[in-house]
């Protein structure tokens, strides 16, 4: 499975951006990471395969909305309200076996990073 994480960019605090995964096969659960510079990568937001969970960091809960479209193999993180904290490369990931957890470690494909740039 390969998957091409796109729809970064520059926007201004409080702004909106669509981030967008898609996989060259099936998808699984999904999850997308963020890591800052500097600092470890870290779980931001993970789907179930069908849809039907989904999880969020407390850091992003209430801004940020996964969700899927499996016909296209395709999984998307809609951000809104960015803050220049949010400011990170976003990878994601596929989880073979779990249901969307918020470990790296558990995923075993990863997208090559897309970046988010949030300025004030």
């Known amino acids: 499975v390969q998957l091409q994480a796109s729809g970064g960019g520059l926007v201004q605090a409080g702004g909106s951006l669509r981030l967008s995964c898609a996989a060259s096969g099936r998808t699984f659960s999904m999850g997308w990471f963020r890591q800052a510079p500097g600092k470890e990568r870290e779980f931001v937001s993970a789907v179930s395969y069908s849809g039907g969970s989904t999880y969020y960091a407390d850091s992003v809960k209430g801004r940020f909305t996964i969700s899927r479209y499996n016909a296209k193999n395709t999984v998307y993180l809609q951000m809104n309200s960015l803050k220049p904290e949010d400011t990170a490369v976003y990878y994601c990931?596929?989880?073979?076996?779990?249901?969307?957890?918020?470990?790296?470690?558990?995923?075993?494909?990863w997208g090559q990073g897309t970046q988010v740039t949030v300025s004030n």
């Open positions: 990931a596929a989880d073979r076996y779990g249901v969307g957890s918020r470990e790296p470690d558990e995923y075993d494909y």
